[in-house]
């Protein structure tokens, strides 16, 4: 194909043909790049007349309430078109008629219909005109803590933190007020590889990390012991808990052998719970088995060698989920395959008795749940649905001041052509798996609705194109998934964004995030009564050190004078602002003395027309914690700290009890004894 049919194909496949770098300058993307990421939509040159499946060959169409629906373009005639609801009624749909052929007006209610017509059906995902807004949830402003889960210390942990400690800490603040509580990512990582534990690099984002399961949650502190002893694994486990950090490479396989005696205790047992993983296993979708089917062959690819890392370096029998080869090695491995089926089970139950804790403690919300921007393309999502992923291409983001050479994440998403063509059956699935036992949905990076910078393997970040993702449909079926689930969802908005996308996420009811340290010009912080109140309000994120920390400066190098000097700058502008705020009065703490600058950071956050104010679990402790350093990987700690004590009494220490009746103050927070 000559290279002008080949830019007019990407072009209407929606890559994009040029970017804008740091320094205004447009940058042409080359025909190599363009060419690679064609390949993994699986667009071809041969279809050049018109890119990808024309749209009356989907499975499903999106739209909004009382909305027209162009019927031509979806490949309807108006001849004997029917409607049938979720209950199965089905009636004529009324059409009208303009320039282009029939319309019809999209029903009222939300929900998904089936539109037929000679012999063909199309799913009809019908969504609210927003979602759910947390306004709307609270009946006014809340408040909420934010905690890394494997950080949270509970009873028989093993060294990782699970759910038992979500449900102790949410209870624990709930009864003192608190709406939500929200954790950093739960989704499936790769079991075989226990040093691969970064939360947003997950295998898949359909099913969840077995190691944040509480078996005593959902089995019994009994029985759990019970197993501990069989196993001979009580001495290491206890070692584990005892570790300042977590320590994923020996805490791992110990959790494991756990989790293997739970499962044939359970199995042999009989009983309500043994039926109900049996119910769970006989109902269990060809996703679930599959992933259970990656975990198993994963670890035996590794144990034969290391270097079989990703699924397209195993034999050829096996790099395809629906092979012969792969259903032979199932029945060869049924009983390990059953073990991870049993893992997953065990976490969905851990999360949703961990989310009714959280409502029981009063809690408006409950759980507010994390979604990763995307998956390892080495991962069992990939390997099971190839058609759906965008393997062999790498999210990222151009060159900026920051990083001038731009950045690669290492992770693939859905394929805009192969959600079209499956009906957003992934993309539902998933929604659905984060939303089952929730009250909220934090979305990471979520400009990923609109489009990503997608850069071919091998290639350098600079390297990569603009794709444009299916926005209208991702953001109803999330309208419409939220809606149906009572949850209210958050968009990670941070950073730069085209114009006019914090306006679009308000007109989707998709609340964005408003950080302290980040509503500041060159004059001071923004006064709290003028910040966003479609947004979170929040003291920090993962990818910051808490305020203890900034204000003492733990994260700089003692001998970068430029970086301490301007730290001191900061810290005038924010104690400033603050007594502007009049929230705080004297003379500024010195940098050792922290305590009164946190107060004032919870305060500020606290007195703003936000819905929900955020509070990471370390600001309220007054720690110096940063859970994740952005661009560094072995040389820092990154997701293994543990908080100082047992979830469930966390929020006993004085300077927590003395920030939570701030925030509370702040808040005009709800009676302790309301629903």
């Known amino acids: 194909m000559h290279d002008d049919d080949l830019r007019d194909l990407a072009r209407r496949s929606g890559i994009a043909l040029d970017w804008r770098d740091q320094r205004g300058e447009t940058r042409p993307v080359s025909i190599d790049t363009l060419r690679a990421i064609l390949a993994a939509m699986d667009v071809s040159p041969e279809q050049a007349a018109g890119a990808g499946p024309a749209a009356r060959d989907y499975p499903l169409l999106t739209t909004r309430v009382g909305r027209q629906i162009f ?24 059409l009208s008629w303009d320039a282009s052929g029939p319309v019809m007006e999209a029903p009222a209610t939300p929900g998904y219909y089936r539109l037929h017509q000679a012999g063909r059906t199309v799913t009809l995902a019908v969504a609210p005109a927003r979602g759910p807004t947390i306004a709307e949830r609270l009946g006014g402003r809340g408040w909420a803590l934010a905690a890394q889960i494997y950080a949270l210390r509970s009873r028989h942990d093993g060294g990782i933190g699970n759910f038992g400690g979500v449900a102790a800490l949410g209870t624990a603040a709930g009864e003192r007020g608190a709406d939500a509580v929200a954790v950093s990512p739960t989704h499936a990582l790769f079991g075989a590889a226990p040093g691969h534990f970064s939360p947003y690099s997950p295998s898949t984002r359909l099913f969840a990390n077995p190691l944040h399961a509480d078996p005593i949650l959902v089995l019994g502190a009994e029985a759990v012991e019970a197993a501990i002893r069989e196993a001979g694994i009580a001495a290491a486990m206890e070692t584990l808990e005892r570790a300042p950090a977590v320590s994923w490479e020996a805490a791992t396989p110990v959790r494991q052998v756990l989790l293997d005696h739970l499962h044939r205790r359970l199995v042999a047992s009989g009983g309500p719970l043994a039926a109900d ?10 996703a679930l088995i599959d992933h259970a089917t990656f975990e198993v062959l994963h ?12 699924w397209r370096t195993w034999p050829e029998a096996f790099a395809d989920a ?17 073990r991870q089926v049993f893992a997953q089970w065990l976490a969905e139950r851990s999360q949703q008795a961990a989310q009714a804790r959280c409502r029981e403690a009063g809690m408006r919300i409950g759980i507010i749940a ?16 190839p058609a759906d992923m965008l393997t062999g291409l790498g999210i990222g983001a151009p060159p900026d001041y920051y990083a001038a050479e731009g950045q690669n994440w290492g ?47 091998g290639a350098s970040a600079t390297e990569g194109a603009y794709l444009a993702m299916p926005s209208e449909d991702l953001f109803c079926l999330t309208a419409l998934e939220a809606l149906r689930h009572r949850a209210v969802v958050i968009g990670e908005d941070l950073g730069t964004l085209p114009h006019g996308y914090r306006e679009k996420l308000q007109a989707e009811g998709i609340a964005g995030m408003r950080v302290l340290r980040f509503e500041r010009d060159d004059h001071g912080h923004r006064h709290p009564s003028n910040w966003d109140a479609d947004a979170i309000a929040m003291t920090s994120t993962h990818d910051m050190i808490a305020t203890a920390g900034w204000w003492r400066g733990a994260d700089l190098d003692p001998g970068d004078t430029a970086g301490q000097g301007a730290r001191a700058w900061d810290r005038g502008l924010f104690w ?5 705020a009049g929230l705080v009065s004297g003379e500024r703490p010195a940098p050792d003395a922290p305590d009164a600058v946190v107060d004032a950071a919870v305060a500020y956050v606290g007195g703003t027309p936000s819905a929900l104010a955020v509070i990471a679990v370390e600001d309220v402790l007054g720690l110096d914690v940063q859970p994740n350093v952005p661009g560094t990987t072995a040389e820092k700690p990154n997701w293994r700290h543990r908080l100082p004590g047992p979830a469930a009494r966390l929020l006993d220490d004085p300077g927590a009890g003395r920030r939570i009746r701030l925030l509370r103050e702040r808040r005009g927070s709800r009676p302790l004894d309301a629903p």
Not at 79 to 90: K, N, P
Not at 322 to 338: I, K, L, T, Y
Not at 432 to 446: F, K, M, T
């Open 370 to 385: 994390d979604l990763a921007i995307g998956v390892e393309g080495a991962g069992s999502q990939c390997w099971s649905r």
């Open 299 to 310: 670890g035996a690819m590794l144990r034969q060698d290391p270097g079989r890392w990703h």
């Open 71 to 94: 019927l031509a373009g979806a490949g309807f005639s108006g001849d004997g078109l029917e409607i049938e609801d979720e209950q199965g009624t089905a009636a004529a749909v009324a």
């Open 576 to 580: 400033g602002s603050a007594q502007e």
């Open 411 to 457: 992770l693939t998403t859905f394929s805009p052509t192969g959600l079209a063509r499956s009906g957003f059956a992934g993309f539902i699935a998933m929604l659905r798996a984060s939303l089952a036992h929730v009250g909220g949905l934090r979305i990471d990076h979520v400009m990923g609705f609109d489009r990503l910078w997608m850069v071919p393997e």
């Open 277 to 286: 993983f049996a119910a769970y296993r006989a109902a269990a979708p060809q």
């Open 322 to 338: 629906a092979s012969p080869g792969v259903q032979a090695f199932r029945q060869e491995h049924a009983e390990a395959v059953d």
